[in-house]
């Protein structure tokens, strides 16, 4: 059996209102729901998302922020995602950087404080003999 990717539940104050920043600053397509059902379902590729107001996650337990990671495929398309959403007017409170845990990565925010991790895993680009670890290629 080969698991689907996960699809994260956000916990949003209105569920319209993110719906609203998801798309119009992150670039998200709504698929379905809103306010009147306490869900909506939001896409962008191959990443989905749930939006849930307080009402509908009243039961599981589940209150915010909650973080979630996106793995990109480069480092250049971490910097391209992070430029388009500055553009759009995403709040970011850390631009890309590369990190000592050998990801590249930035931090976007919704209005609710729930997190986005943007990154770039290289550690397949590092090669490491002993205590010192080089780069294959260099950082931008």
């Known amino acids: ?18 719906v609203g920043y998801y798309v119009g600053c992150l670039g998200f397509t709504s698929d379905w729901g809103g306010s009147a059902g306490g869900i909506a379902g939001i896409s962008r590729g191959d990443c989905r ?3 849930t107001s307080k009402a509908f996650r009243e039961g599981y337990g589940n209150q915010s922020p909650a973080l979630f990671w996106l793995n990109l495929g480069s480092r250049e398309e971490v910097d391209e995602l992070f430029a388009e959403w500055s553009q759009r007017g995403a709040l970011i409170p850390s631009p890309p950087e590369d990190k000592p845990w050998l990801l590249r990565e930035f931090t976007v925010s919704d209005h609710d404080g729930n997190l986005i991790r943007v990154f770039f895993d290289f550690h397949a680009a590092v090669n490491i003999t002993g205590d010192a670890k080089q780069s294959k290629t260099p950082a931008p």
Not at 1 to 18: K, L
């Open 1 to 18: 059996m080969v698991f689907p990717a996960p699809v994260p539940e956000i916990p949003v104050a209105n569920v319209d209102e993110a």
């Open 49 to 51: 998302l749930f939006l």
